[in-house]
């Protein structure tokens, strides 16, 4: 089983901060895409961001200019930097990896809750 320990989820006030992280292994965070998905309560599992390579960079639309994602390759992690939070992004949020090879090669964290409510 592949490593995905997340971490810095919790309650915050709209207009908040959280940053969230994903600890991996060397190889997985040197080799395979990495991504963060949320799921809100009665919601289909819906994509956040994602890095490629260390370096490429995708976000859905309704977290562009609020969220971002990068990567330390000292400590294999990836972050998910969330700004000015609302309500609605409010959501259980997943790590997720991928192999670049082979797109049916995915492993999922065991995802970190994220409350956003005054």
């Known amino acids: 089983q592949v490593r995905l320990e997340e971490s810095g989820g919790g309650l915050v006030q709209p207009g908040g901060s959280l940053r969230l992280s994903c600890a991996t292994t060397p190889f997985i965070f040197g080799n395979y895409f990495m991504s963060w998905y949320r799921q809100a309560p009665e919601n289909q599992r819906e994509f956040v961001a994602s890095l490629h390579y260390g370096t490429k960079t995708y976000y859905a639309e309704s977290v562009k200019g609020r969220f971002t994602i990068s990567g330390e390759s000292a400590s294999n992690t990836v972050y998910l930097q969330m700004n000015d939070l609302k309500p609605e992004d409010t959501a259980v949020y997943y790590c997720?990896?991928?192999?670049?090879?082979?797109?049916?090669?995915?492993?999922w964290g065991q995802g970190t809750p994220v409350t956003v409510s005054s």
């Open positions: 997720h990896t991928q192999s670049p090879y082979n797109a049916d090669t995915v492993y």
